[in-house]
């Protein structure tokens, strides 16, 4: 909840020493890899978990905690739902099976529905997820952004906002763009993504982006192959069960 992800890890790695591995501890156990780099442990622990949910005697509709026992109520299918966000979102990062991602989401979207108990932070987290991919894919600006700004209409998050962020720096540096709206408006999302919290690899990543922001068309940066400066950035999508202005 603090955004406190490489404590959050350790914490959870001594939980797992302890073998004390409830369903949720394992989910937040692979996104606190995530999100602090460690991606192919993460990626595991998250895909034992849907093994583990695949064979479970429990319902889909179950509920796994209640609001009393730890601040959250999820069902058993909304938890494998966030564990397959979050390794579409690892695999994206990494720029692995990009197109298979976005068919992926889909399948998860059509089993959460609308009906979920935490429906509108399943949706959020899909559509931010879906947006990524398809600037990764390099789709049309303006289904990156739609899908960008369905999540935080629905509910607002650091990593969305990064990815708004991100988005319009990268969008400052294309010919025919206009360099200073997007410019504007990746420093806006920043500081929301920065307010709201970040591990420390999002903060550099959105760090070096700003930086970037800097640099003119014609600078011998750009001239020198940095024509699209935030190629090799990624990061870690959210998904914890935690309006914004125009993108």
């Known amino acids: ?26 989910l937040y156990t692979g996104i606190s890899y995530v999100r602090t780099g460690a991606v192919c442990e993460g990626e595991r622990e998250l895909q034992d978990l849907l093994a583990e949910l695949s064979t479970t005697s429990l319902r889909p509709e179950t509920c796994l905690g209640t ?42 979207k059509q089993r959460v529905g609308n009906g979920a108990v935490n429906s509108d932070v399943l949706l959020a987290n899909i559509a931010d997820v879906e947006g990524w991919t398809r ?35 990268e969008c400052s540096h294309r010919k025919g763009e206009d360099c200073s709206v997007h410019q504007k408006r ?4 920043a500081r929301l993504a920065t307010r709201m919290g970040l591990a420390e690899r999002q903060q550099v990543q959105l760090d070096d982006a700003l930086r970037m922001l800097a640099v003119r068309p014609g600078d011998q940066a750009v001239n020198e192959g940095a024509q699209k400066p935030l190629a090799g ?5 959210g998904s914890g069960l935690h309006k914004a202005g125009e993108v």
């Open 135 to 169: 600037f990764r894919l390099n789709k049309e600006l303006e289904e990156i952004l739609q899908c960008l700004k369905d999540s935080i209409e629905k509910l607002p998050s650091a990593e969305a906002y990064l990815h708004l962020a991100l988005v319009h720096a």
């Open 186 to 189: 990746a420093r806006d999302f």
């Open 1 to 26: 909840e603090l955004d406190e992800y490489e404590k959050a890890a350790a914490s959870f790695q001594l939980a797992n020493a302890l073998e004390f591995k409830p369903h949720l501890a394992r």
């Open 67 to 108: 609001p009393e026992e730890s601040g959250e109520r999820v069902t058993v299918k909304e938890l494998a739902a966030l564990a397959e966000i979050n390794i579409v979102a690892s695999l994206t990062d990494r720029d692995a099976r990009l197109e298979q991602n976005l068919v992926r989401l889909g399948e998860v």
């Open 233 to 237: 950035l990624a990061s870690a999508n």
